[in-house]
């Protein structure tokens, strides 16, 4: 994507591969400042401190990560103790578990001089598929919001189409383009008129720092509204469709993504309003078929639900506290929406329903 003229990807190799670029999102939208990654414990510090977040992108920097550990020691115990740092970062998007697979079985069977080059090679690809991936929900997503649009009763056609998303699933959470904001982007490019209600998504506000940061870069009309203003919009006819992503989407078509989305989708179904998931396959554990029972949902610190982070006047601090001193708080990270209340599954092989069929549909020829 474009950020003041010039083409940025979310994460790139420096050196000739010696450092990992990537952008510090804790500090957008406020500044843009970029981060040199040299030690598998800065890649893993990165994803844990959410500098890198989103699911297929903390997966790309888990996989550098490992050729960042490799460079050091390319024996099997740094490789084992590197893919056991990285793996403990963040437990919810399977993405990083089958990136640090995919890198691993790539290079155990090599010749330790040989490792390095070869996570390398592995992790430019992985990153690579990422971007194709996510192009291609943007074009699979598209004909749907032309679908949608041209369903739309006379008297609305050509005013713009009103899609809401939760958190971000941006270029920002991805290589580039996105999963949710993908078909957003190539809508607005085609010249659909879009317009997006972007929930806020507290306590981090992705939504309010990321999503509207990259949406209104590529001018793309948006609203940055409260958590709790969906439903209220969807109960007045203001939403045609929603899109979030996922962190990990279950065999049988649940997804789990950031918290607040099975609330979005409970409303969506309450008032007809489709509710699509966008999804590269790597997304997909095909281990586990019940998502409310089996996904690991991260618990994030309470400090981010009794504290509130925002771009402070000079002097004053970067984030005050919102509740009474002694005020507890509980911050699980993510939530399972199941599978009947998600209208259809956008993926980069095409749109499925949300169930062990659609998907076998889809992906059983891999
Ligand atoms: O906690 P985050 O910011 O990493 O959560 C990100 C999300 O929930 C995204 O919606 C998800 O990773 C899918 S995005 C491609």
């Known amino acids: 994507m474009n950020i003041d003229g010039r083409p940025w990807r979310t994460i790139w190799l420096e050196e000739g591969g010696r450092s990992v670029g990537v952008i510090d999102q804790t500090l957008l939208p406020h500044r843009f400042v970029t981060r040199s990654l040299t030690s598998v414990e800065e890649a893993a510090e990165a994803i844990v401190t959410m500098v890198v977040r989103g699911a297929p992108l903390i997966g790309v920097t888990g996989a550098y990560g490992l050729m960042l550990a490799l460079q050091t020691d390319p024996s099997d115990a740094s490789l084992a103790a590197a893919f056991e740092r990285l793996d403990a970062t963040r437990p919810t998007a399977i993405n990083l578990r089958w990136a640090l697979e995919r890198v691993r079985a790539k290079v155990l069977p090599l010749a330790p001089q040989q490792r390095a080059e070869a996570a390398k090679a592995e992790a430019a690809a992985i990153a690579e598929e990422d971007v194709a991936m996510c192009e291609a929900i943007g074009d699979h997503g598209l004909r749907l919001f032309q679908e949608i649009a041209a369903r739309r009763p ?17 270029w920002l959470a991805t290589v580039d383009w996105g999963t949710a904001l993908a078909p957003i982007y190539k809508a607005h490019r085609s010249g ?175």
């Open 154 to 170: 006379e008297e609305r056609r050509g005013q713009p189409l009103n899609v809401l998303t939760h958190c971000n699933a941006g």
């Open 192 to 366: 659909l008129p879009i317009h997006v209600w972007v929930d806020e998504t507290r306590p981090r506000n992705q939504g309010a720092s990321l999503t509207a940061f990259e949406l209104g870069r590529e001018g793309v009309p948006h609203t940055v509204i409260v958590d709790n203003a969906g439903g209220h919009l969807m109960q007045h006819g203001q939403v045609d469709a929603v899109i979030v992503g996922t962190d990990r989407t279950t065999r049988t078509g649940d997804v789990c993504n950031k918290i607040g989305t099975y609330l979005k989708a409970l409303a969506a179904h309450d008032n007809g309003v489709p509710f699509y998931v966008a999804l590269p396959g790597s997304t997909i554990d095909w281990s586990i078929g019940d998502g409310v029972k089996e996904i690991p949902i991260e618990a994030r610190s309470p400090l981010e639900v009794t504290r509130i982070a925002g771009k402070p006047a000079a002097g004053e601090p970067t984030s005050v506290q919102l509740v009474p001193d002694g005020s507890d708080g509980f911050n699980p990270a993510f939530d399972v929406t199941p599978a009947r209340l998600v209208t259809a599954l956008i993926t980069e092989r095409g749109v499925a329903p949300a169930s062990e069929a659609g998907l076998q549909a889809l992906y059983a020829a891999a």
